[in-house]
């Protein structure tokens, strides 16, 4: 089992920036990753991080806007966020699982943090 904890996340003006964090405790996996969920909305994927290699592949609406990185050593995944926009109103979640096939998919991830809101204005 591991404990993910989400931070950063905060209201925000159109075309401001947010670096969201995850601290991670307890077992280590392969692969961190970062969802949304706006209301009334499925969970959305947005970006995954290998730990090891540091690959990194993000969801189409992303188009270089946001980072994923991590620290191992403080065992911390961050999304900096920039360039946002009100349809980036969302809860933001931290996820950890193994799989690679298929890392978009939300069902493939094993734990999951609380959520952190990001909320931007218009």
């Known amino acids: 089992q591991v404990k993910l904890v989400e931070s950063g996340g905060g209201l925000v003006q159109a075309g401001g920036s947010l670096r969201l964090s995850c601290a991670a405790s307890g077992r280590t996996f392969s692969n961190y990753a970062w969802f949304r969920q706006a209301p009334g909305k499925e969970r959305q994927f947005v970006a995954v991080?290998?730990?090891?290699?540091?690959?990194?592949f993000y969801g189409d609406f992303v188009k270089g806007r946001f980072t994923i990185s991590r620290d191992n050593a403080k065992s911390t995944v961050y999304l900096q966020m920039n360039n946002l926009q009100p349809e980036d109103t969302a809860v933001y979640y931290c996820?950890?699982?193994?799989?690679?096939?298929?890392?978009?998919?939300?069902?493939?991830?094993?734990?999951w943090g609380q959520g952190t809101q990001v909320t931007v204005s218009s």
């Open positions: 996820a950890a699982g193994q799989s690679w096939i298929s890392y978009n998919n939300k069902n493939e991830y094993e734990d």
């Open positions: 991080i290998r730990r090891i290699t540091g690959s990194t």
